[in-house]
């Protein structure tokens, strides 16, 4: 069965400490790999599409990574900006455009 | 931002009576999709549509239909609401089957 686990649950940083977030799938074929933001009250907001093993992508203060059962999101000096919950979610290939959404991190950054 | 509208984005309604939401897209973008979001659980998806008059079933189907008699609506029908169906609901738009866009939600209660 398709799943998809993230942690932690919530996580508090400081302004500038940086941490990672963790985004564990099984999956039978992977087609691609999502994160999205969401911020209170608002609908998710896509950050990146990971596709194979290795791939990273970036944007601002966050990095993106792959590897065959997990997908990390590294946040740099952080700012309370940044405070918003990360969704990974993971399509697989069985022929459907169904997604697999894990439960979130909320990130609280403080100033 | 997206062209894609959620209509009510409240609603409070009585247990049994029938609620249509509404989702508008203005990108003719061939994928439409209707998740809920409940605490403890990630995006669920209830029905999606790949196409005019094609839809098919999600994950959570029961006790809700859909219709797509044009490109750029895609309407989420609860027949005779429960309060089990008290949720967030998130319209999605795609056009390759990666999901970029959602709405803005809509935040139905059921008494």
């Known amino acids: 069965e398709d799943q998809v686990t993230q942690s932690p649950e919530a996580l508090r940083l400081q302004e500038g400490e940086s941490s990672s977030l963790n985004c564990s799938y099984t999956?039978?074929?992977?087609?691609?790999l999502f994160w999205y933001r969401q911020d209170p009250g608002k609908g998710p907001e896509f950050l990146f599409t990971?596709?194979?093993a290795g791939e990273e992508k970036e944007k601002e203060r966050l990095k993106a990574t792959l590897t065959k059962k997990e997908s990390f999101l590294h946040i740099t000096a952080p700012k309370p900006e940044d405070s918003a919950t990360y969704l990974c979610a993971v399509q697989g290939t069985s022929g459907t455009y169904k997604y697999i959404f894990g439960t979130g991190t909320r990130l609280k950054v403080l100033a | 931002d997206a062209g894609i509208t959620q209509s009510p984005r409240h609603k409070v309604t009585e247990t049994g009576t029938p609620v249509t939401l509404r989702c508008h897209q203005t990108e003719n973008h061939r994928y439409m999709y209707w998740y809920r979001q409940d605490p403890g659980h990630g995006l669920r998806l209830i029905h999606y549509s790949y196409g005019v008059k094609d839809t098919d079933k999600g994950e959570v189907s029961d006790g809700y239909s859909v219709s797509r008699s044009k490109t750029e609506d895609f309407l989420l029908t609860l027949e005779s609401a429960t309060s089990s169906q008290t949720s967030v609901y998130f319209c999605?738009?795609?056009?390759?089957?990666?999901?970029?866009?959602f709405g803005a939600g809509t935040r139905l209660s059921v008494l």
């Open positions: 999605a738009i795609s056009e390759s089957g990666e999901i970029q866009y």
């Open positions: 999956v039978s074929g992977l087609r691609g």
């Open positions: 990971l596709y194979s």
